[in-house]
């Protein structure tokens, strides 16, 4: 079922400071927020569908309600579109609503990923990012109406936005993905300008670190951006005569994540320890504050849905499977009935099973961002608890537990500097680094649980196959191999 927003949805001095929050209120894991061009409007992305929330806050709306997932809702300039990516076959494609009423057309279709970025000032074209001419992402046009796509670059490029007049697109060039925090290096992102007529590119930012999401000012001579110079990433604004940043917000724990600006460029929202904060950009605004929502009831609080299809996760020992299906962990029992595992707003993830049925290790982002936890089936099915037990719970993301045959240790993935391939005593003990790389896609035990083999890429986006024994040892089977294992 789809539910329409009938709605219509029609620069900045230096705000006040933001410090970091010792924890969050209301749901969490709300993502990928972005303004209507009349600033009235925060549409974000929750547990795999779209939703609207007025900018001051209140109870939320649901957009879409789909099985896909679906992510970065984007508004047309007109407001009277909206264009999203859902992952309608197993991928994300570009879709777009009509948001006076209707079905969703599709606008592209491809094995890659595609995900909007930003609409032409008419309105015209959508430009979105891909990884569809190869390894590395590159910004590419389609009419919003649908059609044939064009490539807009011809290197790295992501989070493309296009000038006030139309001219020019600004892009975020490097080979180190947005969630690598503390990065310094010759990978690093900057911000580059494109010339539309020419294809000239201009680099306009040469910090050693990450400077990420450009948004234009109304001026066209002054971009928003986030950057990583204050360690943490934060907000800033940048005059592109000068080149004289100014800082807009004064975070010390997660950072601003995909922010979004209003048409006149005097209201920003964007992502912070998995809640939504909003920002006002004229003398009055003050400091960026937390957008209160609330979550219908039906979403919010227990209810009775009947799935028959489209479990997304499988985890299979000893005669029990564990199945992720919308964001939930479910427990088929021995006598064939579902248990749930796992309730709430937070989404529940990467099951994995020890080998004898009883254990379960899975990641969850219910406290803002993933974590590792650890459930005992046993006393689920006896009836005793079905509440489970914190096993990693860094600042740091913790993703993707694998236990090793034997069931004694755990191998899983955090984001900090990169991707760290980690292992840990299954019991909460010893825990140690075995691997870091820009991005290590997956892993896998082998059998004998000897070994570990993993897919890690290089800076440029090239995939290598390894092989690794816990004890340390490390040899690269695949050097030229370029996919996921």
Sequence with gaps: MLLLLCAGLASGRESGSVTARAQVSGPVGLRHPTLSPDGGTILFAW???????????????????????????????????LIYAAAAEGNFDLFALDLSG???????????DDFPCDTSPDDALVLFQSRRAGGEVRLHEVSLHGGEVREVTFDSASEGRYAPDGTRIAFVHGGVGW???????????????????????????SFAGSDLWPLW??????????????????LFRLDLESGERERLTRHTGDGVRF??????????????SGQILALELDPR??????????LPEEDST????????GAEELAVAAGRVVLGLEGDLFLRRDDGAMTSLTTGPGRDREPSLSRDGRTLFYASDRSGNYDLYRVDLDAVIRGETTEPRPFRTQREDERAPKLSPDGRMVAYLRTFNGDELRLADAEGGRDRLLALGPRIESF???????????SRADDAGRFDLFLLAPWGRRRSTSPDIRRRI
């Design 259 to 272: 922010p979004s600006i209003s048409r006149d460029g005097k209201r920003v929202v964007y992502e912070e």
């Design 285 to 294: 605004g003050g400091a960026a504050r937390e957008v209160e929502i609330t």
């Design 302 to 309: 227990t209810g009775i849905d009947t799935l028959r299809a």
């Design 217 to 234: 000012l109304p001026d066209g001579r002054s971009l928003l951006c986030v950057s990583e110079e204050t360690i943490v990433a934060n």
């Design 444 to 454: 896998a035990w082998s059998p004998d649980g000897r070994w570990l083999a993993f």
């Design 102 to 112: 209707g079905s969703p057309r599709r606008l592209t279709w491809d094995e890659a």
């Design 47 to 81: 547990r795999g569908d779209l939703w609207r929330v007025p900018f001051e806050g209140g109870l939320a709306a649901a957009v879409t309600r789909t099985p896909e997932d679906e992510r970065r809702p984007l508004v047309s300039r007109d407001g009277t579109t």
């Design 179 to 205: 969630w690598r925090k503390g990065y310094r290096g010759s990978a690093n992102n900057d911000l580059w300008l494109l010339e539309r007529a020419g294809r000239e590119t201009t680099r306009i930012t």
